[in-house]
């Protein structure tokens, strides 16, 4: 069974760095074919994707925020790790990683519960 | 990037209803569609992936159709547990979603 999980803090003030961990079961991010994404959501508005990377670490980033953003897999050979730079309101959101599955399926097939982040000062 | 289009943004139906709701793609991204769906306070649930596949575990009254740049997934009888938004995205190139349909009770 694949389970995701998201963890990081909850409010960050702006200007600063945020970073999340995604924390996975049930799957290896070496295996082919695997990859964990970043997707978030503000509150009240539509799906928005991050970043994503692959099991070979290939990683594709949103064009609109490839500048702040960074994926990498973490120390750990069960997590994958988000930052975001320079902090603002705007990015006041839940922040979901997800297992994708390249291939046949190419979508993200199970997600985290999500992690609610706050952008205030 | 490409541009993904849901209409309508919200409609509302009865229990039983068929229902259809269309993504607009910007350009052809033959059948690299994908359908979420979403409940408040939760995270989204993969529907259909290529476009008509049903993904393990869904119930066949969900199906999607189209390819190139017109998509639509449809409810063949709605039930009181599909109330929820629906999403749908891209995975032809740089990944994006659609804007949403948010599923009413009437």
């Known amino acids: 069974q694949i389970t995701l999980k998201e963890s990081g803090p909850t409010l960050v003030k702006p200007t600063q760095t945020l970073t999340l961990t995604c924390t996975f079961s049930g799957f290896s991010l070496s295996t082919s074919g695997v990859g964990v994404g970043w997707i978030r959501q503000p509150p009240g508005k539509a799906l928005e994707w991050l970043a994503l990377i692959y099991w070979d670490d290939d990683k594709r980033y949103s064009p609109s925020l490839k500048s702040r953003l960074t994926i990498t897999k973490g120390t750990s050979k069960n997590q994958v790790v988000l930052t975001m730079t320079n902090m603002d309101p705007v990015d006041t959101a839940t922040y979901y990683c997800a297992h994708h599955a390249y291939g046949p399926i190419d979508a993200f097939d199970v997600w985290g519960q999500g992690t609610m982040v706050t952008v205030s000062s | 990037d490409i541009q993904m289009t849901q209409s309508p943004s919200s409609l509302s139906a009865s229990v039983g209803d068929r229902v259809t709701i269309t993504c607009r793609a910007s350009?052809?991204?033959?059948?690299?569609l994908n359908w979420y769906q979403q409940k408040v306070g939760k995270a989204p649930k993969l529907l259909i992936y290529a476009a008509s596949s049903l993904q393990s575990g869904v119930p066949s009254r969900f199906s999607g159709s189209g390819s190139g740049t017109d998509f639509t997934l449809t409810i063949s009888s709605l039930q009181p547990e599909d109330f929820a938004s629906y999403y749908c995205?891209?995975?032809?190139?740089?990944?994006?979603f659609g804007g949403g349909t948010k599923v009413e009770i009437k």
């Open positions: 995205q891209q995975s032809y190139s740089t990944l994006t």
């Open positions: 350009q052809s991204i033959s059948r690299y």
